[in-house]
């Protein structure tokens, strides 16, 4: 991941979520030639064609192909009994997977309470998850699917806004999804403090990421008519690196 990771939400990528479905129910009816080219490409036909894609990018059969091979991964995960919880002899943890329906409600619902906001309809809410691949945070296009690790952790497997399939990651829920981070207006300078946690753009060379960082010094300045022109001395979390930074490169942290 080594763009800059989108601000604003750009056109819908993934699967919707009647897709999701549909694919969900072919793999429980029948998992035989559900990974075929033949069938892959019929299905992402089918796909394209409907109302429901109406405005957003074709499918392509590759990535029906890919949806098939991570599911039938994730079904031949082994469910650890409540008496033996163990590790494989991989050291990776054994997990289940949870079914959908009242389970995905609830951690839905987690997740709702960690942003802090009031709203009676879930897609209305934005989040932000952290990937194990660089410790940057990226915008959630969609949650794809959950379960629960044999320490009984919940894991949400995400697709990050701008990114494929090749990219979608399993994040810890309370460790690496949180509501979406909000840019700080030029009139909410003051609410920046020293020692507070915000989200930074990390300009580089070759790639502009947002990482958590937390603020060291500040030195207050006169607003004019290009807005704040405060300094802000931060240090990032990931690699301890320090650099004084605009208001414009940073955001406010939600849940």
Not at 11 to 39: D, N
Request: aromatic share 8%.
């Amino acid at each position: 991941m080594d763009r800059l990771r989108p601000r604003q939400r750009p056109v819908f990528s993934g699967f919707t979520k009647a897709e999701i479905e549909k694919m969900e129910k072919l793999f429980m009816e029948s998992r035989e030639l559900l990974q075929s080219k033949e069938f892959c490409q019929k299905l992402a036909r089918n796909f394209s064609s409907s109302s429901g894609r109406a405005g957003k990018p074709i499918v392509k059969w590759n990535e029906v192909q890919n949806w098939f091979t991570t599911r039938q991964q994730e079904s031949k995960v082994k469910v650890p009994s409540v008496t033996n919880t163990y590790k494989d002899e991989s050291g990776l943890p054994q997990t289940c997977l949870l079914n959908d329906g009242d389970q995905s409600s609830q951690i839905l619902k987690g997740l709702v309470s960690k942003v802090g906001e009031k709203v009676s309809d879930l897609s209305e809410l934005e989040f932000e998850a952290k990937s194990s691949t660089d410790g940057a945070w990226y915008d959630v296009d969609m949650f794809l699917s959950h379960r629960v690790t044999s320490s009984g952790e919940t894991e949400v497997r995400v697709r990050f806004v701008g990114f494929g399939a090749e990219e979608d990651e399993w994040v810890n829920v309370k460790k690496a999804v949180r509501g979406r981070s909000i840019p700080f207006e030029h009139s909410e300078c003051c609410k920046v403090m020293v020692g507070g946690l915000v989200l930074c753009l990390q300009e580089r060379r070759d790639q502009s990421i947002y990482y958590d960082a937390h603020v060291l010094e500040i030195e207050r300045k006169t607003h004019d008519i290009r807005g704040c022109r405060c300094l802000f001395f931060i240090r990032y979390d990931h690699d301890s690196s320090e650099e004084t930074v605009r208001l414009r490169r940073l955001c406010r942290i939600l849940g």
